[in-house]
């Protein structure tokens, strides 16, 4: 019997008109993502020695070339995701309808702030890359692109607070639908996680950028950057995260093993995402090496939460392919339904992700980071995390959620699952390229086609990096094919479809410790005193900051 405390139990259907605004957050992220997959071939061809930037429309170097693809995949792909898809989870999950302005704000907001941004980065007024620091000085409309598109994360939480809100006035003492539960956390978690970008853009960049102040102060920037700039590869995770808890094991015919556990693992990330920061800083001078060492050991502490995802999932996927007839320690792997493509597509993408975390845990030991810190070996880590865990996860909800949202049936099932496994090895083989030519000193930002001190033993490296990119920019039109395929052939289906959502081993306790997990406003004090902890002694002894530095436009 379903367990109706993953989302309320009757056949909910999100009006059509809300569904529509939906539709096009989804087209939107897609739309970015294959600006950023066109890009990515010629970033990885770079490597290779190879140019075909200079073929590009409007592409003057490598640097605008490489902001684009980090922009476009990293924030608007993402942000547009997961307002979209957690919007959609979340109004399922209570069984309620959104605020329909509210939605349409959050669009709005999305697509105003990526033409600015766009505008900027396609006149090579802001060759800045996604981390935009300073003292590259990019044109003010960059900056106030970016800063709509965290607005509009910050109105789809107000929309999924909102709706929470009302669920729990007319649902008093009951426990939040676990899928209400995650998707709310995640918002929680950016929400506070977002302030840090907010600042630095809007009080620094933009007034710099206007030419309202004449300097800036780069480690405070690059600070308050990476006070949002780790938590958001959480945030660009989670939405993926969702789908391994409460749709995949559904997919793969299995069952969720724990509902509480499942809440103490978004909590951990609510708690553990923000105070890790400095793991990006640990060449930075300035920062006491006592303080870099805390952000290292909490840094340990959110690798954990992942680690109870690995084998939790892994488990749900255990009971689908036992229920499919495997048997005895791995047979049961090869039974699962390799037939599905948003069911494989989400497999590959934990297999990647399992290598994605190794890495990680490298970047975050301080000694090892001396090692790697901005070699090759660091796109090796995030093209097997946010480049392939996220993007192939989120290619394999679209699998459903185009049809769902459209109304209509998948196009070109065969096509679907071709377009994963090349993706899937195209991003393993330009890993294995990055992550050697990294150890090798290979470094990473670099236009490598004028690079004088580049060594002949970083030739393979490179190939392989090439090699990897084409095959997953071939995977990525496949995907595309299938998608538009499937929006303008697809049949239409005879009744609405619900989204896909598993049971879970035991329903929700209504009594003890485990109603107190979904207090979000002590979770959400705990947080920010891990933060104040985390990031007070150095704010209290930097402040007010080294304005000295003026903006350069080198490329
Ligand atoms: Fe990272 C740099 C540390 C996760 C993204 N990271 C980056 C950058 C990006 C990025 C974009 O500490 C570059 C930023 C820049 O431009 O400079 N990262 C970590 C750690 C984790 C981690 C400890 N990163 C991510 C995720 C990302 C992401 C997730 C995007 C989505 N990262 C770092 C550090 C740096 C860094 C340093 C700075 C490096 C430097 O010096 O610049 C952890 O959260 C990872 C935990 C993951 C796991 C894996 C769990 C596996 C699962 C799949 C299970 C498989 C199943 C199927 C179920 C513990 C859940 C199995 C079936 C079978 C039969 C096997
Ligand atoms: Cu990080």
């Given at each position: 019997?379903?367990n ?7 056949g909910?259907?999100l ?18 993502l ?57 109004s ?5 309808p ?17 033409l ?33 598109l ?29 899928m ?47 006070f ?38 978004f ?36 690798f ?15 009971i ?36 994605g ?58 096509l ?83 989204i ?52 350069y436009?080198?490329?």
């Open positions: 019997m379903r109706p405390t993953v989302a309320s139990p009757e909910f259907q009006p059509d008109s809300q569904r529509r605004v939906i539709r096009w957050m989804i087209y939107l992220a897609f739309g970015a294959s600006i950023g997959i066109i890009n990515g071939l010629g970033q990885a061809l770079n490597y290779a020695r190879v140019d075909i930037l200079q073929y590009f429309p409007g592409m003057r170097t490598y640097y605008q070339g490489l902001t684009v693809h980090g922009v476009v995949n990293a924030i608007v792909f993402t942000f547009a995701f997961a307002n979209g898809f957690l919007a959609l989870t979340t399922r999950a209570l069984a309620r959104l605020n329909t302005p509210l939605l349409w704000a959050v669009l709005g907001t999305m697509v105003t702030g990526t600015l941004a766009g505008y900027a980065m396609a006149t090579g007024q802001a060759s800045v890359l996604y981390t935009f620091y300073p003292p590259l000085l990019a044109h003010w409309s960059f900056y106030v692109g970016l800063a709509l965290v607005v509009s994360t910050w109105l789809t939480a107000i929309l999924l607070f909102g709706a929470l809100r009302g669920w729990r006035k007319e649902n008093e003492g009951k426990r939040i639908p676990l209400a539960f995650i998707s709310v956390a995640t918002y929680a978690m950016w929400t506070l996680a977002s302030l840090g970008i907010a600042v630095s853009v809007v009080g620094l960049l933009i007034p710099w950028s206007l030419g309202l102040i004449d300097h800036s102060d780069p480690l405070l920037s690059r600070t308050l950057f990476w949002s700039g780790h938590p958001i590869v959480y945030f660009w995770l989670l939405p993926a995260y969702v789908s391994w808890y409460v749709m995949v094991p559904r997919q793969a015919g299995g069952t969720l093993f724990s509902d509480s556990l499942t809440r103490v693992v909590i951990m990330f609510l708690l553990l995402s923000i105070p890790t920061g400095f793991h990006h800083q640990y060449t930075d001078p300035g920062i006491s090496g006592g303080m870099k060492a805390l952000h290292g050991v909490l840094t340990f502490g959110v954990f939460p992942s680690m109870v995802t690995a084998f939790s999932v892994m488990y749900a996927l255990e689908g392919g036992r229920r499919r007839g495997g048997t005895g320690l791995a047979n049961w792997f090869l039974k699962l339904d390799w037939g599905n493509p948003a069911l494989v597509a989400q497999i590959l993408a934990m297999l990647t992700f399992t290598l975390g190794i890495t990680g845990l490298i970047n975050a030991s301080y000694n090892l980071n001396q090692a790697i810190h901005n070699t090759a070996w660091v796109p090796g880590h995030f093209h097997m995390t946010v480049g392939s865990a996220v993007t192939m996860s989120f290619m394999g909800i679209a699998f459903w959620l185009i049809p769902y949202l459209n109304r209509k049936e998948l196009v070109g099932r065969g679907a699952l071709v377009s994963q496994w090349v993706y899937f090895v195209g991003v393993l083989v330009m890993a294995r390229g990055l992550i050697s030519g990294g150890l090798d000193g290979m470094p990473r930002r670099t236009e490598m086609l004028e690079a004088p001190y580049s060594k002949p033993s970083w030739e393979l490296a490179g190939m392989l990096t090439g090699l990897g990119g084409t095959l997953m920019f071939v995977g990525g039109m496949l995907f595309f094919a299938v998608l538009i395929a499937t929006i303008l052939f697809g049949r239409k289906t005879e009744t609405p479809e619900d896909p959502f598993t049971d879970t081993y035991h329903p929700p306790a209504t009594t003890g410790w485990e109603v107190k997990l979904d207090s979000f406003r002590y979770w959400v004090i705990a947080t920010i005193v891990l933060i104040l902890i985390a990031y007070g002694p150095f704010l209290a002894q930097y402040l007010p900051g080294n304005f000295t530095s003026t903006g436009r080198f490329f």
